[in-house]
């Protein structure tokens, strides 16, 4: 049987997951998260849109830092797929798999390619909060998995995702007009933007405002919210706009231990006051007018 780990809190993992089952039905997968792959204690025949753990035979990845770190400590072997230039990891595991010919592979990579790219849709933005809101929950994981790989691009008409959308469908209406009104009261429409978010949205909508400001205008935007694994942690997410090369994302958080991508990128911190210094002193830096613009989200009520 095949074992496997992939990262289950985004779509990019969980689409790795319906590859998988696409071709190995009855592979063991366990859904993980960058920080816990370190913590448990099993061999994986392969590992996907995670850093790669010792007891690891093939990582499959599409990060920097995780490329970075395999070569200085040895660990990157020829049977590993990590390419920084691919815009998601289910992209290499289709062609690591031999599935390009499949036409569901194909669907389940533009999911997860668009959701890895700040490029979302409607259908792949429902997909992602679904998934959020079923973050530690394997169960439910593999459960979207097997449909996804059921149904492909066609998965929101599967009745239990449907169930799903609709149990969060009313905190996310609300929390869509909270978020708009409070972006129409900043008046922004370009620049930088840091958004501190802690205690004030659900774990699931925590980045949407950072895609408001970038549809409007502005280059970058970071956001601060408290980590649903963990709750004495708090996660930085930082976007940027896709025609706008004024700052690299992936090279601010990695000052945070964090890592990601030119576009998209994020970082874990104990320490909020450190990190939003750090955070006004890198966007400050980058931006034409020397000014960032910071803010405090009210409680969504």
């Known amino acids: 049987m095949l074992r496997v780990a992939v990262h289950g809190d985004d779509c990019d993992g969980i689409c790795s997951a319906a590859l998988i089952l696409l071709k190995f039905p009855n592979a063991k997968i366990r859904f993980l998260n960058p920080r816990s792959i370190f913590t448990v204690n099993e061999e994986f025949d392969l590992v996907v849109d ?3 753990p010792k007891k690891c035979k093939v990582n499959i990845d599409h990060h920097k830092s995780n490329l970075e770190r395999l070569k200085a400590e040895g660990l990157l072997s020829p049977q590993d797929v990590v390419d920084p230039n691919a815009p998601a990891a289910a992209l290499l595991l289709m062609k690591y798999l031999n599935l390009e010919n499949d ?9 997860a390619v668009a959701a890895d790219t700040a490029r979302h849709t409607e259908e792949t933005l429902i997909l ?27 998965f929101l008409s599967d009745e239990w995702l449907k169930k799903k959308q609709k149990e969060i469908e009313t905190e996310l209406s609300k929390i869509k007009i909270f978020l708009k009104t409070f ?13 501190d978010e802690i205690d004030a949205i659900s774990y699931h909508s925590a980045k949407d405002i950072a895609h408001m400001l970038l549809d409007r205008g502005c280059d970058a935007v970071a956001v601060l919210y408290r980590d649903a694994s963990e709750p004495s942690k708090i996660r930085i997410s930082i976007r940027v706009r896709r025609d706008s090369d004024a700052i690299d994302a992936e090279e601010i958080t990695r000052k945070l231990g964090g890592g990601g991508h030119k576009k998209a990128a994020g970082a874990i911190t104990t320490d909020v006051k450190e990190a939003i210094f750090m955070l006004l002193n890198e966007f400050t830096k980058r931006s034409p007018t020397k000014s960032v613009i910071f803010v405090k989200l009210p409680k969504v009520t």
């Open 103 to 111: 036409k569901k592979a194909r669907e389940l990579v533009e999911i």
């Open 183 to 195: 972006v129409d009261s900043l008046g922004v429409n370009s620049g930088f933007v840091i958004v």
């Open 50 to 52: 995670l850093p790669k």
């Open 128 to 154: 992602d909060k679904i998934i959020k809101a079923s973050l530690n929950n394997e169960e439910d994981l593999l459960r979207i998995a097997k449909i996804l790989a059921k149904k492909g691009k066609d």
